[in-house]
């Protein structure tokens, strides 16, 4: 099974880097996966990400995401049917995520199943401000969120596809 471990965000916008993180520290540890691919950084989003998730069996997103109610490291998992409004899969100037994969498997191209794709949103705090640093409270929790989010990754990349 082919898989892409995807993380989202800017690097230089504060919490918004928090994907991508994620991504480069979990790239160190996943060498030894058969069939991972693993971009650390994309900020695309809507009909763009078409391109990104084409080939693959399977993906893996890590990115933040920001509700009312969360507080900074607390941490969301859900599959692409289930995703509502993650910050990065939408674009203003663009189709929606679940808009956009429903074109691209209408038109043939080869992209994974919905339900094969996982995102791991991370609540922040800030993502407007330029900064190469996340905010205190997204740091000092980085390694309860980040150990957490690994575990689930690695059950992922060891299961069977859904419905196989």
Same mark, same amino acid.
């Given at each position: 099974?082919?898989?892409?471990l995807?993380?989202?965000?800017?690097?230089?916008?504060?919490?918004?880097?928090?994907?991508?993180?994620?991504?480069?520290?979990?790239?160190?540890?996943?060498?030894?996966?058969p069939?991972?691919?693993?971009?650390?950084?994309?900020?695309?989003?809507?009909?763009?990400?078409?391109?990104?998730?084409?080939?693959?069996?399977?993906?893996?997103?890590?990115?933040?995401?920001?509700?009312?109610?969360?507080?900074?490291?607390?941490?969301?998992?859900?599959?692409?049917?289930?995703?509502?409004?993650?910050?990065?899969?939408?674009?203003?100037?663009?189709?929606n995520?679940?808009?956009?994969?429903?074109l691209g498997?209408?038109?043939?191209?080869?992209?994974?199943?919905p339900?094969?794709?996982?995102?791991?949103?991370?609540?922040?705090?800030?993502?407007? @401000?330029?900064?190469?640093?996340?905010?205190?409270?997204?740091?000092?929790?980085?390694?309860?969120?980040?150990?957490? @989010?690994?575990?689930?990754?690695?059950?992922?990349?060891?299961?069977?596809?859904?419905?196989?």
């Amino acid at each position: 099974m082919k898989t892409l471990l995807l993380g989202m965000g800017n690097p230089i916008l504060c919490d918004d880097a928090v994907g991508v993180r994620l991504a480069r520290d979990f790239s160190r540890r996943l060498t030894h996966i058969p069939g991972l691919d693993v971009v650390e950084e994309c900020s695309v989003g809507g009909l763009n990400l078409l391109d990104v998730f084409s080939g693959y069996d399977r993906v893996v997103v890590l990115d933040s995401y920001q509700t009312r109610e969360g507080l900074p490291g607390d941490w969301y998992y859900f599959t692409a049917p289930e995703m509502g409004g993650a910050v990065h899969l939408t674009n203003i100037h663009d189709t929606n995520f679940a808009t956009a994969l429903k074109l691209g498997h209408s038109i043939g191209m080869a992209l994974p199943d919905p339900a094969e794709i996982h995102i791991f949103g991370v609540e922040i705090k800030e993502s407007s @401000i330029f900064s190469e640093e996340m905010t205190p409270e997204l740091e000092e929790s980085y390694p309860r969120y980040s150990s957490a @989010i690994f575990r689930e990754v690695c059950k992922l990349l060891s299961d069977q596809p859904a419905g196989r």
